[in-house]
């Protein structure tokens, strides 16, 4: 078969959850037991760390492999869901996977596999690890898909696992509460190993304490220890942040390429991970560290968070789209000097979007689309559900034809911003080249 007719393949044979949402997520770790045993357990012959968590999973996630990378390790990195290409979830030193690896691997393992009825993300799970496995990667960065107990990354044994953000999404698979959905996510800590929390959310710290205490595992809550600050006061529309650090780190002027505010939130708890790894003999020096946080689009091509892809007018697309990831979108958009801002948004029928539209700025002027997934919630459910909450706009199908419409009647001094989904970013062409 060619990529294409694999990939072809794969959606017809699997259930996949980026595209249908619950009915391709299986819970439990017997599948993906099942598939590491026919490979001879490759998750067992690689070093890794373990990355969970409601916001914040990704950026850290590829800070770390950036960071790595820069102190010259082999670097492995697993991230979902892929943005354009389905090789892109995987990674070594920045590299996707080769087409021509997916296919012979497909060919090779599929018939041993299909008994198993996997879903979609176990197989991809599989195919990560023993990619990594064969690679011989010095350190694998693993990025939980969803939750984190029952997710099928979480049959590994990390040197350090990492928890960032806590918010709320996916409550009909992780719970109604954030301390239900942060039990979920704790789930990746292993008996005596070190876990680094990100954030102090009191309404949560207690999840985490409890659940570190019961495994012996050696609890750290990163913001405790370093405080990460912005130095001076950066441009609002900068495609990148210079911030100081303090506490067990000091860095002066350290360029973050990652903007947004929210970022900030995240390097505490890459730094005390990075720390962690040192105290297991990893050499990481301080240069490497200012090359990965300040060149990680190059290092690993991560995209779509606060990425400025054009200016007069500026057009900025972020795929926050939970309550938390709004939040920090809007606070951000409310820095912004503009006359007016238009606003494409798209959504999945299977988010609370009342939540989120009732966060949404009342005086945009919206373009309503929906990606091409069969996930999406139809442009027109959508314009109806925002017009109930306030926000008034146009209709378009495609996500190509809000985006343009937006540019086309913005002035210079306007604001775009592409959002709501991580499937609405990724069918934006100019993110690829930005």
Request: hydrophobic share 45%.
């Given at each position: 078969m060619t990529y294409a007719e694999t990939l072809a393949f794969l959606y017809a044979q699997l259930p996949m959850f980026q595209r249908v949402g619950e009915a391709g997520f299986k819970k439990g770790l017997g599948n993906i037991e099942a598939l590491a045993a026919l490979l001879g357990h490759p998750e067992r012959q690689f070093r890794a760390v373990h990355v969970a968590g409601t916001n914040g999973k990704g950026s850290s996630s590829n800070l770390l492999a950036a960071t790595l990378q820069a102190a010259g390790y082999k670097v492995g990195l697993y991230t979902s869901p892929h943005l354009r290409e389905f090789t892109e979830r995987i990674k070594v030193n920045g590299q996707d996977l080769a087409p021509e690896y997916l296919v012979a691997w497909v060919e090779k393992w599929w018939p041993q596999f299909a008994p198993v009825q996997p879903s979609f993300f176990e197989m991809c799970v599989a195919l990560a690890y023993s990619y990594f496995a064969e690679q011989r990667v010095d350190v694998a960065i693993v990025e939980v898909g969803l939750g984190g107990r029952l997710d099928s990354t979480n049959i590994i044994t990390p040197l350090v696992s990492l928890i960032t953000n806590i918010s709320y999404d996916h409550q009909n698979l992780l719970g109604d509460t954030l301390p239900e959905i942060a039990g979920e996510k704790a789930g990746i800590i292993k008996p005596g190993v070190p876990v680094v929390i990100s954030q102090t959310q009191p309404e949560i710290a207690a999840v985490f304490e409890h659940k570190a205490r019961e495994l012996g595992a050696p609890l750290l809550f990163a913001d405790q220890h370093y405080r990460v600050t912005p130095v001076g006061e950066a441009a609002p529309d900068a495609a990148t942040q210079t911030v100081q650090i303090r506490g067990a780190a000091e860095l002066d002027a350290v360029a973050l390429a990652l903007a947004g505010d929210y970022q900030r939130l995240?390097?505490?708890?890459?730094?005390?991970?990075?720390?962690?790894?040192?105290?297991?003999?990893?050499?990481?020096?301080?240069?490497?560290?200012?090359?990965?946080?300040?060149?990680?689009?190059?290092?690993?091509?991560?995209?779509?968070?606060?990425?400025?892809?054009?200016?007069?007018?500026?057009?900025?697309?972020?795929?926050?789209?939970?309550?938390?990831?709004?939040?920090?979108?809007?606070?951000?958009?409310?820095?912004?000097?503009?006359?007016?801002?238009?606003?494409?948004?798209?959504?999945?029928?299977?988010?609370?979007?009342?939540?989120?539209?009732?966060?949404?700025?009342?005086?945009?002027?919206?373009?309503f689309c929906q990606a091409d997934i069969p996930r999406a919630l139809p442009a027109a459910e959508l314009a109806e559900r925002a017009a109930a909450a306030g926000l008034r706009g146009t209709v378009y199908g495609p996500v190509g034809a809000a985006v343009a419409a937006a540019r086309a009647a913005a002035a210079a001094d306007d604001v775009v911003f592409i959002g709501g989904s991580t499937f609405v970013v990724a069918e934006v062409a100019e993110l690829y080249s930005a």
């Open positions: 995240n390097v505490a708890g890459v730094l005390a991970t990075l720390a962690e790894l040192r105290r297991q003999g990893f050499v990481i020096p301080e240069a490497a560290v200012r090359t990965g946080l300040g060149q990680v689009g190059r290092l690993t091509g991560f995209r779509g968070r606060w990425t400025i892809l054009g200016r007069r007018p500026l057009v900025v697309c972020d795929t926050g789209h939970n309550e938390a990831g709004i939040r920090f979108v809007t606070a951000q958009l409310a820095r912004l000097p503009y006359r007016q801002l238009h606003f494409v948004l798209g959504a999945v029928n299977d988010k609370d979007v009342t939540k989120m539209l009732g966060l949404l700025p009342a005086d945009a002027r919206y373009y």
